[in-house]
């Protein structure tokens, strides 16, 4: 079974930092989506990014932007100029024709 | 485009009591999907329909969880007979075919179990 791993429980930011969040998959699969959720304390799920497998180029959204190295299976997540309503649990997920798992998650403080 | 709307936001119930939670995705979207999501920790698949039929549900307690999607739209999830460690949201999310695009999610139900 597919699974996503990440490894930063928590993470602490200044405001206008940039940080790096964490994300490694595991799959045999070729054809798949990654995501980037953010769940702030209102818990209703909001999509941050999305790459597709079969891109190269790497997703960026804004301040939101994606290092996907397939090889390594690797998906990290760039928020730069954080701002204080960034602070929330940020989900990596991974989907293909089967199902959508998600990682642990890494809670983000953002300092002022 | 109205999004996934589910029901009730909040439940308490005593445990071994019963419960039901219901989702209604957003229009077209074939695939739906129920999350367990514990204090603290990532969202857990239960099951995923595509259309009304179960495309997975491995990580569904047979026992005491059921779900139904009845006509390939609205689904209800249920719990019976509930014990503590039921205690979690459940999210419902849809996405417009397996695999492709993101879910869009619901806002979730809390369910504490006393």
Redesign the interface.
């Known amino acids: 079974a597919q699974t ?1 791993t ?1 490894s930063q429980p928590e993470m602490s930011v200044q405001e206008a930092e940039t940080v790096t969040l964490s994300c490694t998959y595991d799959t045999s699969e070729s ?3 990654l ?1 980037w ?1 953010k769940q702030p304390p ?6 941050v990014i ?1 790459q597709e497998a079969y891109k190269q180029q790497n997703a960026t959204e804004n301040r939101f932007s994606v290092n996907f190295q397939k090889a390594a299976k690797s998906f990290s997540l760039k928020i730069s100029d954080s701002q204080l309503g960034d602070a929330a649990m940020y ?1 990596c997920a991974y ?11 890494t809670r983000l403080t953002v300092k002022p | 485009e109205a999004g996934v709307a589910q029901s009730p936001r909040y439940k308490i119930i005593e445990k071994r009591q019963s419960v039901a939670f219901w989702c209604n995705p957003i229009s077209g979207h074939a695939t739906l ?1 129920w ?1 367990q999501q514990i204090l603290g ?5 239960l099951i ?1 329909f595509q259309n009304n039929g179960v ?2 549900d491995s990580q569904l307690p047979k026992d005491r969880f059921s779900a139904e999607r009845l006509k390939g739209v609205d689904s209800t999830l249920k719990i019976q007979p509930a014990k503590l460690e039921d205690s979690a ?1 459940y ?1 419902c ?1 849809s ?1 417009s075919w ?11 139900t ?1 369910l504490t179990v006393v």
């Open positions: 996503v990440q054809d798949y989506y995501f959720y209102s818990r209703q799920m909001i999509l999305r989900f989907s293909d024709n089967n199902d959508m798992r998600f990682g642990a998650g | 999907y999350y920790q990532g969202p857990k698949l995923q495309v997975d949201v999210l999310a996405s397996t695999g492709g695009p993101e879910a869009f999610f619901g806002q979730g809390r």
